[in-house]
């Protein structure tokens, strides 16, 4: 009907006035109920499925609790939303850069990301944790630091745990950071004891755990953060999805999906 319209209005304003007053009950009816998607058109979330439960593959699909967060979060606000996978460290210049709406993978707010990005308001909090051997001599985070320290520890590039262990391990001279494009990398160099420990968020922490025989959770946390969509400088989107966000936190339903992939223990 609309492509009618048009087509109409190019070749005479009088048929399309004409048009437009015959269907202008059903017009109105179409408008109504399409121009929310059509005039917001299409949310590109820019992940990293490699991180459960937060984003990974089900067969094609890329689920998991960022997935169904930023579904509920296009849904309220009429946009649909597209998935894009890439590597951790591609995520902030495709954002910037525009080739993505916004990225969500279990990011947190840091000092560097923000030189570049505007963050939302945290939606959800991390556990950054130790995965070592049984029997590792890594009994606890102290040991890391300990004086005479020279780990190998293996982290996901990009991630925080990458930039705390460069910072509190590597460039304090305590031991090396060896970088891998997944977490899942990162554990199984561990498995092949090509490094000592993995530093990673904790729910993924569990799953890699659970697949693995013979490894295990250090009982002290490395870090506690606060996880929160990315945004470009500037961007009008950010306040709008905030809102959303806001609400979906105050009705339960962050809460609820959060719960659906983390039990509490």
């Known amino acids: 009907m609309k492509m009618k319209q048009v087509m109409a209005a190019s ?39 490699e991180f459960p439960p937060y984003e990974y593959h089900e067969g ?48 947190t707010i840091d000092e560097d990301r923000l030189l570049s990005v505007d963050f939302s308001d945290s939606y959800a909090t991390g556990v950054q944790v130790v995965i070592v051997k049984e029997g590792s001599d890594i009994t606890s985070v102290d040991d890391l630091f300990a004086e005479g320290a020279n780990h190998t520890i293996g982290v996901q590039t990009g991630t925080t745990g990458d930039i705390y262990a460069t910072g509190d391990i590597e460039e304090a001279g305590l031991g090396t950071i060896e970088r891998f494009s997944k977490g899942a990398d990162a554990v199984l160099a561990l498995t092949q004891d090509k490094i000592d420990c993995v530093i990673i968020d904790n729910a993924p922490a ?60």
Do not use: H
């Not at 979060?73 to 649909?80: F, T, V």
């Not at 939303?81 to 993505?100: N, R």
């Not at 979906?248 to 659906?260: F, P, R």
């Open 11 to 49: 070749l005479a304003a009088v048929m399309a006035l004409a048009m437009t007053a015959c269907g202008s009950d059903s017009s109105s009816n179409n408008s109504s109920s399409n121009d929310t998607t059509e005039s917001k058109g299409t949310l590109i979330m820019a992940t990293n499925a």
């Open 206 to 265: 569990k799953e890699f755990v659970a697949a693995n025989e013979g490894l295990t959770i250090l009982d002290s946390a490395y870090a506690e953060e606060d996880y929160a969509i990315c945004f470009a400088k500037g961007s009008e989107l950010t306040a709008e999805v905030n809102g959303a966000l806001q609400e979906l936190i105050a009705d339960g339903t962050v809460q609820s999906i959060i719960d659906k992939y983390i039990t509490a223990e």
């Open 60 to 107: 094609d699909a890329i689920v998991g609790i960022d997935a169904e967060i930023a579904q509920a979060i296009a849904d309220k606000l009429g946009y649909e939303l597209q998935i894009e996978d890439m590597a951790f460290e591609s995520i902030i210049p495709a954002v910037t850069s525009g080739k993505a709406s916004f990225g969500m993978a279990g990011m």
